[in-house]
């Protein structure tokens, strides 16, 4: 088909090969041009700096306690990360959309003409959405985290410094857990390809089940428990250690690590597997 | 060319095709035909490698699709108009499609242009009507400017305008050379598309043949005759192997005999002829002829094997 003549209705352009930068490009034009990406975006930063700075002005001068999400200490540092808590719920919605989205329209048929081998259409969809959250939630959280200060020393409260020690990985690793989780989502939207169906199994069992079960089981459960995705990552979030309960910081790293490690593993399996 | 060998599909129990084997050659229109759930929609998923056979092989070109280094300028499929995402423009999605072949929005327009779509090119695609879904669906096939060419049910929603058009940029693309494969369960449609026919029904093969080949294979060619006369050359014709029917007293529906032969007689025996005329079958006679048959054939089949 090398001699078509050049006055055919489909033109005389020759395409080139499908590569995995081609195809990381096409899912990236995917991505920007939906205009619920940058709505996502703004509100994660939004909340997690807006959040984030009201707590610390709220509770300047004292330390109240903060309902909601795992256990951790609560100080300085909880108070400033408020936000963050919100944030890695918009964050797994946001990747249980990105992954079960294609399925749920049909564009999927569209994508996979166009690259049956599939498993570079993960591959961008993960590296794409993590090369945009990851940079977008790092700021925001190291940014409230010194506004956040600023507001907490400026009315006499008690502070943290970057350099104390565990503070530094605590916000980063906060950084790391939003992101991470919204890596799980992506891979659990793939797996169920039902956009309603992913986002339910995103904040139920991998956010609230944990903390549900560990208020609700018997204490002897912990040694299990902790090794659960948010749980692991209690353990590196966390401004200071909470005792047996968690793992440390480096296992919880670890831990978590092959947890979506383990969810991308399973989506490339069925991918590749199931009928499209 | 795409190439289909021995391919069985079957979805649980259900078998969708059923060891089936074609092959659809370059340089002509391939009509794909079958009733609604023959197994067409099931086929040309797994030529595209959407769905896994459960054996026998699927080739475009030569080797299985997943293998192409540049699928989309090998094989431009639609298998469905509303296969793209709602919340996004025409020119985006071809945009997005086309960067997997490096193409970019000069191409992406010129394909806007073809298909009649560049005045609602920044509209989003969920505000489409099926004929226009159908045209962002047949840019989207054909972006890579690609050999093969398989579309399902192309003439969907179209207006007759749009109907026109497609069925003549498929001829023009087969006269090209490129290898053109198109279902359809409208009869009529093609007969005036297709040069060569695979007739699909119950996941099995019913007919590869062309088109002459197909509507001649059918027996129901018919004479008719009109006369003032009309009750005594039918009277004349009558025979064991001859059937007449008559709509209007001077009328006459005749199988079984040439029209050549209905002139003899009449001249021999002095009865004036108004009209004579062979009436070939349409497709869509032969088509139900045909899948009638298969019906029938199928479940003796079906039943003696479920005996053994």
Known sequence: MTSLTTTSPLGSIEGRPTSLVRVLNSEWIKMRTLRSTWITLVAIVLVIIAFGLISAMVSSGRISTQGGGPPRSVGPLSLVLAGANLAVLIVAVMGAIVGAREFSTGMIRATFSAVPKRLPVLWSKLIVFTAVLLPIVAVSVVAVFFLGMRVLSGAGAASVAWSDDGVARSVLGTAFYIVGLGIIGVAIGILLRSTAASIGVVIGAVIFLPALASALLPDSWDEVLKYLPSNSATAFTGSSQTGATLLTPGTGLIVFTAWIVLAIVGAAVVLTRRDA | ?308
């Open chain 2, 1 to 308: 060319m795409i190439e289909v060998d021995d391919l069985t599909k079957q979805y649980g129990d259900v078998t969708a095709v059923d060891a089936i084997t074609f092959t659809v050659r370059p340089g002509i229109v391939t009509g794909f035909l079958g009733p609604n759930g023959a197994g067409k929609s099931t086929t040309m998923r797994t030529i595209l490698g959407l769905d896994r056979p459960t054996s026998g092989t699927a080739t475009v070109n030569g080797r299985a699709f997943r293998a192409a280094k540049a699928p989309l300028t090998e094989l431009g499929a639609m298998l469905e108009a509303k296969a793209v995402d709602k919340g996004r423009s025409a020119r985006n999605h071809l945009l997005a499609v086309g960067a997997t072949i490096g193409v970019g929005r000069r191409r992406v327009d010129e394909m806007l242009d073809m298909v009649g779509l560049a005045d609602v090119a920044t509209k989003n695609a969920g505000g489409f009507s099926l004929g226009m879904s159908q045209r962002l669906g047949i840019a989207t096939a054909l972006i890579g400017n690609p050999g093969v060419v398989m579309l399902d049910e192309p003439v969907n929603g179209l207006d007759p305008d749009g109907i026109l058009w497609i069925r003549n940029l498929l001829q023009q693309l087969a006269a090209e050379g490129r290898t053109v494969f198109v279902s359809s369960h409208l009869m009529s449609e093609m007969e005036l598309t297709a040069e060569h026919l695979i007739v699909i029904g119950r996941g099995r093969i019913l007919a590869d043949i062309s088109m002459e080949g197909f509507i001649a294979m059918s027996s129901q060619h018919r004479v008719v005759v009109e006369s003032p006369d009309a009750q005594k050359l039918r009277d004349l014709l009558v025979g064991p192997d001859v059937s007449i029917t008559s709509t209007e007293p001077s009328r006459l529906e005749i199988e079984g005999i040439t029209a050549p032969h209905v002139g003899e007689v009449a001249a021999a025996n002095g009865v004036v002829l108004h009209q004579l005329a062979d009436i070939a079958p349409s497709l869509e006679e032969a088509f139900m002829e045909l899948t009638a048959d298969s019906v029938t054939f199928h479940g003796s089949v079906s039943a003696q094997g479920s005996a053994s």
